[in-house]
C-alpha cells in the first residue's frame, strides 16, 4: 500500500494528493477528520479517494517536506567566511537542514553561521544560508536558515523536486468557497 506524507500548517491544513488518480484536494483535519488529531505524527491513517484508491496517509506537523539527502558542504565564520568544518548533510528541508560535522567543534544551542553547499540538481546549484543551531547531538547538528522570510528558489525547487502543489482555489464553480459544506473528499478511518 502507498503511504503518502501530508505536512499540516499549524491550523492543521494540508493538501493531499490521490497517488493513483493525482487529484489533489485540500484537507481541513479538524473540520474534515477530526478522529485524526490525535494521531498526528504518530501512525499512518488508511485514506480512500473519490476514485477508490486504498492509500496510508501520515500527517506531519511540519510547515515543509523534509528531504533524505546525500551532499557536502561546510560550516562558515559568519564575521570571516573561514571554513570551520567540513559537513556531510543528511536532511535538507526550505526551513533548515541537518548534518554531520567532520571535525569537532565547540558549538552551542543559538549561535549563528554560515554554510556553503552544492546540490545535485541539473544546475549543480550553490547554496549559500546563514543558520542557526537548533540542535546538537555529537558531531550532528540540527540548524534553520535565518532570516526565516528569505526565499530560495533552487532550494525550494531541489526540496519539492520541481512540483510545488498549487495553491487551492479561491471559490469552487459553486460560489462557495472549497469544502463549504460539501462532502469529505477523502474518507479516512484510524
Not at 568544518?85 to 533548515?96: K, R, Y
Request: charged share 15%; net charge positive.
Amino acid at each position: 500500500m502507498d503511504c503518502i506524507h501530508i505536512y499540516l500548517d499549524a491550523q492543521h491544513v494540508g493538501t493531499m494528493a490521490c497517488p493513483q488518480c493525482r487529484t489533489r484536494r485540500v484537507v481541513n483535519v479538524p473540520q474534515q477528520c477530526p478522529q485524526v488529531l490525535a494521531v498526528i505524527g504518530k501512525r499512518s491513517v488508511t485514506t480512500t479517494c473519490r476514485c477508490g484508491a486504498i492509500f496510508a496517509s501520515y500527517f506531519d506537523l511540519r510547515r515543509h517536506p523534509r528531504k533524505a539527502v546525500q551532499l557536502r558542504g561546510t560550516l562558515d565564520d559568519p564575521q570571516t567566511g573561514t571554513p570551520l568544518s567540513d559537513t556531510a548533510i543528511f536532511s535538507l528541508s526550505v526551513h533548515g537542514l541537518g548534518f554531520t560535522l567532520a571535525t569537532a567543534l565547540s558549538l552551542h544551542i543559538g549561535e549563528r553561521y554560515t554554510t556553503s553547499f552544492g546540490l545535485d540538481d541539473a544546475e549543480q546549484s550553490l547554496i549559500q544560508e546563514f543558520i542557526i543551531i537548533r540542535r546538537l547531538q555529537g558531531l550532528t547538528v540540527g540548524a534553520t536558515f535565518y532570516p526565516d522570510e528569505q526565499y530560495n528558489y533552487a532550494l525550494d525547487f531541489y526540496v519539492y523536486e520541481g512540483q510545488l502543489p498549487p495553491p487551492p482555489s479561491p471559490r469552487a464553480a459553486s460560489g462557495r468557497p472549497w469544502g463549504w459544506r460539501t462532502p469529505l473528499p477523502f474518507h479516512m478511518t484510524v
